[in-house]
């Protein structure tokens, strides 16, 4: 077993290695030779961003590597022990699917807005800046969840399979990714992108070959003793829903997804590559979900045995044994394929979280801010990591507050019409996302007591939870639960992918968003002045630098103090289009030149200080206009 030890540490650490020097010595010697691509490197735009500077096979090798993460060993495989052969279909197309969302979704988001460099920038400028602020957020949490997962399933890995202990691994992959990222951020992780996907594609066809060729197992018809969990279920068909709609979901609130979206060098590139990424996504899912399914039905499975080792059931000696171990070439192959995938995964995630950050909070700062976030965030996640949260629980949470926001920021890039702005506008948005926030957790106090009872009777579930005990309220009684806390935790941590949480968190937001909207479509007809969410909170003392707001210290004429904000963007739902373009005015720097026509009201040509001297700026300024007659400037 020592030998297995070394052999997997040495070999892993080998081959992280080598992908992240081979990245760093491949920039340092493009950028050389090509003066364009260095300058991406020398700014803080061209450090998130890479604008422009990719083809179609590279975009298609990014969007993949972004993708996939040792989570799609591990998830899938134990998905498929309870969700069965529907699960790991569905599974795998949807996970490909959202590839191609994303990619004609930004593709249209890039052209009505074509200055964005986030997505917070793009839902400042179809939004506002609060909707900015809590997108950010959501984008964060969802983040910092998925790079908590991959640390945490890559952890387990070596502690579990290899038998060693969680850390050093982690500590491996953070601090490569970290020294890569920190010095060709989004440039330098798209070309580890594409080693990373071709070897793990090549590496997922090696083993494919090999368990199809070794795999002697009995399959019983109808799978056996396993039907109720390997064939339809409630889990499997809830797959059907849950599956596309919240990778759809994570898909659109990761950054690292949407910096695909602005590095591509033109729309075919990036709408070609998002089909070729969705591809290869659906073949290695599927490949690994089957594993899973395989590992179960040859009774390679029990209730001993560790859920992140289903797939590696397949690959070991003793079929007898409870849990894998390493104890061949193959197994250290599907190791070293794991770790590969991690690292593919966390350096997307660093950079997508570190763009995040600096294109709002850090905006206009040197690109020295930029690398210090993607050191920041590691020192964060990696300690988290060490506690080996569960995985599924983690993405379930990410998953669940998606969901809740994904129905308005859709809806909002396609319907950008007059009316649509005023229908899903700022506050709408905001609306239909807390509401279903708020629906989903009262729906799980109400109804999850006797769905975990049910799914703990089918063996989805742990019968023992506190929830299930709700369902007898002397039971729970007795045993201290709290059922509206174990109701809330059903919903965001506990439930096995259930398609009723679904549902209602994208319903209640659809409907929540519309009937919001509407409601300030009549006002707006009745020529009755709505206050929006942001007009609100900017009352707030320092609420107007949290949201990336700051007023300019230039003389305004009237009287500040009274001065109502009255247009979209700047506090108030209603769109500019219906105001005279004149009454607003958004000056912004080179780095994020504002002249998009999409975004009503906004002018291309310097702005001008009340004393009639030209106005300099070193952050985006809004300026509005004020009861008293003069215009006030929010930067």
Not at 450 to 471: H, S, W
Request: one cysteine or more; charged letters at 10%.
């Amino acid at each position: 077993m020592t030998d297995w030890l070394a052999l997997s540490y040495s070999l892993t650490v080998i081959c992280l290695v080598a992908i992240a020097a081979y990245a760093i010595f491949y920039t340092m010697y493009t950028t050389k030779k090509n003066e364009a691509l260095r300058h991406v490197l020398e700014t803080s735009e061209g450090f998130i961003t890479a604008r422009k500077t990719q083809g179609m096979w590279r975009i298609a090798w990014s969007f993949y590597a972004g993708s996939v993460g040792s989570w799609v060993i591990t998830t899938t495989a134990s998905y498929a022990s309870y969700a069965g052969y529907l699960g790991v279909v569905f599974y795998a197309f949807a996970t490909g699917l959202p590839i191609i969302m994303q990619a004609y979704f930004g593709d249209v988001v890039q052209t009505k807005f074509p200055n964005a460099n986030s997505l917070g920038d793009f839902i400042l400028l179809r939004f506002g800046p609060t909707a900015k602020l809590v997108t950010i957020c959501v984008t964060l949490i969802n983040m910092s969840i998925f790079m908590l997962a991959e640390f945490t399933t890559v952890g387990s890995l070596f502690s579990d399979f290899v038998g060693s202990v969680n850390y050093p691994i982690i500590i491996v992959v953070a601090v490569l990714t970290t020294i890569y990222t920190i010095y060709g951020g989004l440039l330098v992780s798209i070309v580890t992108d594409q080693i990373q996907g071709i070897t793990s594609v090549i590496l997922t066809v090696v083993v494919t070959i090999y368990v199809a060729a070794t795999f002697r197992r009995d399959l019983p018809a109808n799978f056996g003793t396993h039907e109720a969990a390997l064939g339809p279920n409630l889990s499997g068909y809830s797959s059907i829903f849950t599956m596309p709609i919240s990778l759809a979901a994570a898909t659109v609130f990761n950054e690292g997804m949407w910096q695909r979206v602005w590095a591509a060098q033109d729309h075919k590139a990036l709408k070609r590559g998002g089909i070729i990424a969705c591809i290869a996504l659906v073949f290695v899912v599927f490949i690994f979900g089957f594993g899973g399914l395989l590992a179960v039905w040859g009774g390679l499975v029990d209730s001993s045995t560790n859920v992140n080792l289903y797939f590696f059931q397949l690959l070991k000696s003793d079929p007898s044994s409870s849990n894998a171990r390493v104890e061949n070439f193959i197994q250290v192959l599907v190791l070293v394929l794991a770790a590969i995938m991690n690292e593919s995964a966390i350096d997307s995630l660093q950079n997508g979280m570190a763009a995040t950050i600096s294109s709002h909070f850090l905006r206009g700062k040197s690109l020295i801010w930029a690398r210090a976030c993607v050191l920041v965030i590691n020192i964060i996640i990696v300690p988290f990591a060490l506690a080996n949260y569960s995985v599924l629980s983690l993405f379930l949470l990410g998953n669940m507050l998606g969901v809740c926001w994904f129905a308005p920021v859709i809806m909002g890039g396609i319907w950008d019409s007059e009316l649509g702005q005023r229908v899903v506008c700022e506050s709408s948005m905001l609306f239909g996302g807390i509401i279903a926030v708020i629906a989903s957790t009262v729906y799980g106090i109400a109804a999850g007591p006797a769905q975990c009872v049910e799914m703990g009777n089918a063996g989805a579930v742990d019968p023992t939870l506190g929830i299930c005990l709700c369902a007898d309220g002397a039971a729970a009684a007795s045993a201290g639960v709290n059922c509206a806390t174990a109701g809330a935790y059903w919903t965001w941590l506990g439930q096995p992918y259930m398609w009723q949480y679904f549902l209602v968190a994208l319903g209640v937001s659809t409907a929540g968003t519309l009937a919001f909207g509407f409601l300030h479509e009549l006002l707006y007809r009745a020529n009755i002045h709505f206050i929006g969410v942001t007009e609100l909170l900017l009352k707030i003392p320092g609420y107007a630098d949290l949201a990336g707001l700051r007023v300019d210290h230039a003389e305004v004429q009237g009287n500040q103090e009274d001065d109502a904000l009255k247009q979209h963007g700047n506090g108030s739902d209603q769109p500019n289009a219906s105001q005279e373009p004149q009454q607003m005015f958004v000056a912004v720097p080179p780095s994020l030149p504002v002249v998009d026509p999409s975004y009503p009201g906004t002018l291309a040509q310097p702005m001008m200080h009340p004393s009639g001297q030209p106005q300099m700026f070193t952050q985006p300024v809004v300026m509005i206009p004020t009861s008293g007659g003069g215009m006030q400037g929010l930067a």
